[in-house]
């Protein structure tokens, strides 16, 4: 079966042909961040109409890199949110506009669900169950995954997710955004050994994050030191580190403690903070002592992508799952309402 993957939830734009056979075929991603940066994060109209200028082209794309033609297609998968609502109706009329044309079957993904199973688009093989972080701008969730659809929730944000915590911090430290990035980049030049930031909600039971507290944190430290004029580039560097140390090791400590709540050996990581380098290595040097692994999708598909979407659409489509007529397009989905294919 030959699918079309639409990802349009928030500021990529993503498409991608996978095939159950032979694997991915083609992928390529627009991503609007130049456009947003100047605001300092995403203006939802301007993502929706920047997702209408660029997804048929983005689709003719990878139909030309695969060296397919829209009639090769066997059905289209996209995701149906959560997100933000113009943008998922952008890619919820594409696909339903095109499968209808073309006489083949259309299915909503949930973008969390795509997220989680991008790791297996690696070629790795990795077996349920496993617990899974998603840890992104959007959500930070602890997950324990049976099996497609069978998730039961271990832990989350009780506030700002991880992702969103890392564009707040460099929003003070007056870094562009997309805050991840730019906030690992000057870490590399901070000093561990200057400020050491609290790891929220480690010091109780439990798999809850909170990244409110921190932030704040992070705040009072940068203007104490714009205060006293010495909140110069260095400064910035020590902060960034010592702020990106808390966030790995409070993720890094929530992990540690779901394995061995659940008695799991497999760790999935994905969203868009999974990219992180550091995050990487402390994770792999906790599972480790654990006799475990962890497993990461490659740094291009840890961010929004129509590839994880492509992959996430075609188990279900294989299990028989379709849209009825109607286009999906929910901006609030909690991963917890899914449920495994019925077939």
Not at 44 to 69: F, I, N, W, Y
Not at 79 to 86: D, F, I, M, Q, S
Not at 256 to 267: E, M, N, P
Request: hydrophobic residues 45%; negative net charge; glycine residues 10%.
């Amino acid at each position: 079966m030959r699918v079309l993957g639409i990802e349009t939830s928030c500021d990529e734009t993503g498409v991608a042909l996978y095939d159950t056979d032979a694997g991915l075929l083609a992928d390529a991603l627009y991503s609007q961040v130049a456009m947003h940066a100047d605001f300092g994060g995403v203006v939802p109209e301007l993502a929706s109409r920047d997702h209408t200028r660029k997804l048929l082209p983005l689709v003719d794309e990878v139909l030309g890199q695969a060296a397919h033609e829209r009639s090769d297609l066997d059905a289209i998968a996209y995701t149906a949110g959560p997100g933000l609502v113009g943008a998922l109706m952008v890619g919820a009329a594409t696909a339903h506009g095109m499968a209808k044309g073309l006489g083949i079957p259309v299915l909503g993904v949930h973008h969390m669900e795509g997220h989680l199973m991008a790791p297996m688009l690696e070629g790795d093989r990795l077996d349920f169950p496993f617990v899974a972080l998603l840890v992104s701008g959007g959500h930070t969730q602890l997950v324990a995954v049976s099996g497609l659809g069978d998730y039961r929730l271990l832990g989350e944000s009780v506030d700002d997710a991880a992702g969103e915590a890392f564009d707040k911090a460099a929003k003070m430290l007056e870094l562009d955004y997309p805050g991840g990035p730019a906030i690992a980049r000057l870490a590399e030049q901070g000093n561990p050994e200057r400020f050491r930031f609290p790891r929220p909600m480690t010091d109780r039971p439990g798999l809850d994050f909170s990244f409110s507290g921190l932030k704040t944190h992070t705040l009072t430290t940068a203007n104490a030191l714009r205060d006293a004029e010495a909140l110069d580039t260095q400064a910035r560097a020590d902060i960034a580190r010592a702020f990106e140390e808390a966030v790995v090791d409070t993720l890094v400590i929530k992990c540690r403690r779901a394995l061995d709540d659940t008695g799991l050996k497999r760790l999935v990581v994905a969203g868009g903070v999974s990219a992180n380098a550091r995050l990487r290595q402390r994770l792999d040097e906790a599972v480790t002592k654990r006799q475990a692994r962890a497993y990461y999708p490659r740094n291009r598909f840890c961010t929004d992508n129509g590839a994880m979407i492509a992959y996430a659409g075609a188990q279900r489509l294989l299990a028989g799952e379709r849209d009825g007529s109607a286009m999906l397009a929910l901006p609030r989905w909690p991963l917890t309402d899914l449920h495994p294919p019925t077939s």
